[in-house]
């Protein structure tokens, strides 16, 4: 596509269900990221893809979260039994290739945990 | 690891006034820089962009020079205009490393007044 979508833009949850956010990178783009942006804070790196596998997950706050990549396209990132400081807007980002290239990010989905 | 540092905002301004962000990093090797500007309802994107030491990145009216000297990678504006009212982020990304991994500052919010 044109640019990198996400969906939903809004998510309404409440404490203890799962969430499933969803990233469509630009079309061709090897590497996708996401990172997540807490009320009035910066980012924080959360997990890389290259293709279809995470070379790099350590942003990953604890074991409820999870993402994974299928067709070098399509990423979803799953929160399980949300809590409240969950509560964040995530962003997606994909590059052509991994080192040196441009990151463009998408709009992100926002996440409200009551 | 890598770190950014930025100031913190809010910073307000009158039209055609001039504008500086102050950001510093710390990092091994050679990274390369970049601004990174969120405008009010919308995603992150590309302000401007510097890979090695010396180079100035330009890009609507603004500009940012890689200084390893100072580590650092001020941001500046010669003649603001209400439009450029927006979050602005500085960041990193440490290139031959694996991925592609930014490592950004903490955001200054900019509001420029009529």
């Known amino acids: 596509g044109a640019g990198v979508s996400q969906s939903p833009s809004n998510k309404v949850t409440e404490k203890g269900k799962d969430v499933e956010l969803r990233c469509d990178p630009i079309?061709?783009?090897?590497?996708l990221y996401w990172y997540r942006q807490r009320l009035g804070q910066g980012l924080e790196f959360l997990i890389y893809?290259?293709?279809?596998?995470?070379?790099?997950k350590s942003g990953l706050p604890s074991d409820r979260f999870s993402a994974e990549r299928t067709g070098e396209s399509v990423s979803t990132l799953t929160i399980q039994r949300t809590q409240q400081e969950d509560s964040a807007v995530y962003l997606c980002?994909?590059?052509?290739?991994?080192?040196?290239?441009?990151?463009?990010f998408g709009e992100g989905s926002w996440l409200t945990v009551v | 690891g890598n770190s950014v540092t930025q100031m913190e905002g809010p910073v307000t301004l009158s039209e055609e006034a001039f504008l500086t962000i102050n950001c510093t990093y710390t990092?091994?090797?050679?990274?390369?820089l970049f601004w990174y500007v969120q405008y009010p309802g919308e995603g992150l994107q590309l302000l401007l962009k510097?890979?090695?030491?010396?180079d100035k990145g330009s890009n609507k009216g603004f500009e940012a020079t890689y200084r390893k000297e100072t580590t650092s990678f001020h941001l500046e504006k010669g003649s603001v205009q209400v439009s450029d009212s927006a979050v602005y982020f500085c960041?990193?990304?440490?290139?031959?490393?694996?991925?592609?991994?930014?490592?950004f500052g903490g955001g200054t919010r900019v509001l420029v007044k009529p």
């Open positions: 980002a994909s590059s052509l290739v991994p080192n040196g290239d441009t990151i463009y």
């Open positions: 079309s061709g783009h090897t590497a």
């Open positions: 893809f290259q293709g279809n596998s995470a070379p790099d």
């Open positions: 990092a091994t090797g050679y990274p390369s």
């Open positions: 510097a890979t090695k030491a010396d």
């Open positions: 960041a990193l990304t440490q290139r031959g490393a694996a991925g592609n991994k930014l490592t």
